[in-house]
């Protein structure tokens, strides 16, 4: 039985669950040494693996809890990771980096919480949220989903890229911009929009969860 349990380690997404963690603290550690350019690619390429865990599991048919919990880590890691930096690189801005980070993890966290205290499978399952058609256009919509995850994660590439000062100059209507400042524009909606999402879902979640206890308290006390 125990061998069986192993197993789960070396399942094919587990697997790039794996090497992402791999290719994310490499990305870490190089930007120390101050070979950003490299340590944005691995971190880039990290990112990117994130889409083939989850076709491997449907492929295989290796959707585990450990994989999805690997995942939910490895993304909030990741995340935090380089917000760190972004802060270190942005001084003035560090106290709104803290918001996001605490953002980030709090709201998953009173997600899967909530997803684990009624019994679902997954946070992902789109019918939890169904009373807030922003959430649930999110989990339920692929597409809007995968969107806004990209945003999200551009937004904070383009903002590495951006302080250490390269500049792509392009003419718009004769006005030169910067190619990055261009960028950041056009993925900052749904940046703005995640951070939303994030906001609203740790607010639908935690009333959950403080529903659910409420009602345990008023059934023991009627029992």
């Known amino acids: 039985m125990k061998m069986e349990k192993n197993r789960v380690f070396f ?4 697997l790039v669950g794996y090497l992402r963690a791999l290719l994310y603290l490499s990305a870490f550690i190089v930007h120390t040494f101050n070979f950003w350019q490299l340590s944005i690619i691995l971190y880039t390429l990290g990112f990117l693996l994130d889409e ?3 076709r491997l599991a449907q492929q295989f048919d ?4 450990f994989g999805a919990a690997l995942d939910m880590v490895l993304d909030r890691c990741a995340t935090t990771g380089l917000c760190l ?3 270190q690189l942005y001084p003035r801005f560090l ?3 803290i918001v996001l980070i605490a953002l980030d993890i709090s709201s998953h966290f009173y997600v899967v919480l909530a997803t684990h205290l009624l019994a ?3 946070h992902k399952d789109g019918n939890i949220w169904s009373k807030n058609w922003l959430v649930s256009l999110y989990y339920n919509q692929k597409a809007f989903f995968d969107a806004l995850i ?3 994660e551009l937004f904070y590439i383009l903002l590495y890229i951006q302080a250490y000062g390269i500049s792509w100059q392009l003419l718009v209507l004769g006005i030169p911009l910067n190619l990055w400042q261009i960028l950041l524009g056009i993925v900052f909606p749904l940046y703005s929009l995640k951070q939303l999402i994030n906001i609203v879902q740790l607010v639908l979640a935690a009333n959950q969860v403080a529903l659910m206890d409420w009602q345990s308290r008023v059934s023991e006390k009627i029992n």
């Open 11 to 14: 399942f094919a997404p587990n």
């Open 52 to 54: 083939l865990d989850g």
């Open 62 to 65: 290796q959707k585990t809890q």
């Open 85 to 87: 930096i972004l802060a």
């Open 95 to 97: 106290v709104i980096f």
């Open 120 to 122: 679902k499978s997954s």
């Open 150 to 152: 990209a945003g999200n």
